[in-house]
């Protein structure tokens, strides 16, 4: 059905179709049973504290300003991140800022964080409650005085809702954001995140969004501050600033963040070695290029106990969800793994 479509949606502005899909999906009812897959109880996980049906998750980005969650969760995801989420209102960079690259199964995107603002966000969840996790991914206004500031208002702001907040120091897009990858700016935002937790004795998870633009010094001293002040998550990975040598489509000169195909061995060998360290210690998210069950086992087998996807929905539809569960439990069942639990970091077990 979606590639009967795809060209027809392909002829329209990226942010265009986008904008679309959204609208379609707050006003259409979507018929579940035609994303059920049989067996997914292989695929269950316990993730923050919550059940949840499969590992595949929406990543950021998709739903900013948290329209659409809810029908995401009857496309077949088994979680859904909304965001970022910024304190005020903001319209972004000028368009156009999203970039189809065909030939390579990429986008480039330079958004900006464009999204209704904290208090309209925080209006919608509280008025349609989740019907499974629910992420929420924070990070600063462009016109901030203070970033800092801003990602703990949002924390406050969001605190009561959802199941785990995502700080996302990773987009490159917001002049500035990457720098909390640096060890002291970094420690000085977890410090002032933590009073906030602290308060409610940790009873919210916080995940950490990291750019897969991160050399072998910084990953160490982020992991350190991951294990030293108690980040429950980490995500891996946001859009690439680089990789653009090989690609073919003539958008890539685009500025903006690299997602989508190009993106999934930088990402995948990120995880494997964060979870060196990490692993039975700090859950992992893997994200970038996930678009078929092979491709999701290998971010699994790297590392990763959850998955999120973006770009590959874009270049194959809705169904993508149900495919990517279809073929994960069939790899799970070639490879005799009794459920998706055993499999993970299964790579690293095999090659020690
Ligand atoms: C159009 C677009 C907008 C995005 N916006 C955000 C965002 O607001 N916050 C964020 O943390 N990541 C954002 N991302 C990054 C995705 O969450 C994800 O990390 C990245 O696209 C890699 O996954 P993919 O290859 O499956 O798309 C965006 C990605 C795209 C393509």
């Not at 993730?47 to 949840?52: E, R």
């Not at 924070?138 to 970033?147: C, F, L, Q, Y």
């Not at 800092?148 to 809702?161: M, Q, R």
Request: glycine share 8%; proline share 4%; hydrophobic share 35%.
């Amino acid at each position: 059905m979606f590639s009967l479509i795809r060209p027809f949606i392909f002829n329209i502005d990226p942010e265009k179709a986008h904008t679309l899909a959204i609208k379609s999906l707050k006003y259409n009812f979507v018929p579940e049973k035609f994303f059920k897959v049989e067996n997914e109880e292989k695929l269950s996980i316990s993730l923050f504290g919550k059940s949840i049906k499969n590992p595949i998750g929406l990543a950021a980005g998709f739903d900013k300003s948290g329209e659409v969650y809810n029908q995401m969760f009857k496309l077949g995801f088994g979680f859904v991140e909304i965001g970022t989420v910024t304190p005020k209102k903001q319209f972004g960079n000028s368009k156009p800022r999203i970039f189809r690259l065909e030939k390579d199964l990429a986008l480039i995107n330079r958004l900006g964080f464009n999204n209704d603002g904290s208090e309209v966000v925080k209006k919608r969840i509280e008025n349609n409650l989740p019907t499974s996790l629910l992420g929420i991914n924070i990070g600063p206004n462009k016109e901030t005085a203070d970033m800092s500031e801003d990602f703990l208002k949002c924390a406050k702001t969001f605190f009561p809702l959802g199941d785990y907040i995502t700080i996302n120091i990773s987009s490159p897009n917001t002049t500035g954001l990457r720098e909390f990858h640096k060890k002291e700016v970094l420690e000085k935002l977890l410090y002032k995140i933590n009073l906030i937790r602290e308060e409610s004795n940790y009873k919210k998870s916080f995940l950490l969004k990291i750019s897969p633009d991160i050399g072998e010094k910084n990953i160490d001293e982020i992991i350190n501050l991951i294990l030293k002040y108690k980040i429950n998550g980490v995500i891996l990975t946001n859009t690439t600033d680089n990789n653009r040598e090989n690609l073919i489509s003539s958008n890539k000169i685009e500025s903006g963040g690299l997602s989508g195909k190009p993106l999934t061995n930088l990402s995948t060998n990120l995880i494997k070695r964060f979870y060196k360290d990490l692993k039975n210690k700090v859950p992992i998210i893997g994200v970038g290029g996930v678009d078929s069950g092979k491709s999701a086992f290998e971010k699994i087998a790297a590392g990763a106990s959850a998955l999120q996807l973006y770009t590959g929905m874009v270049y194959e539809g809705p169904m993508i969800i149900k495919k990517i569960k279809s073929e994960l439990i069939e790899i799970l069942n070639e490879k005799g793994f009794k459920n998706i639990q055993e499999a993970i970091g299964s790579y690293s077990e095999n090659s020690t």
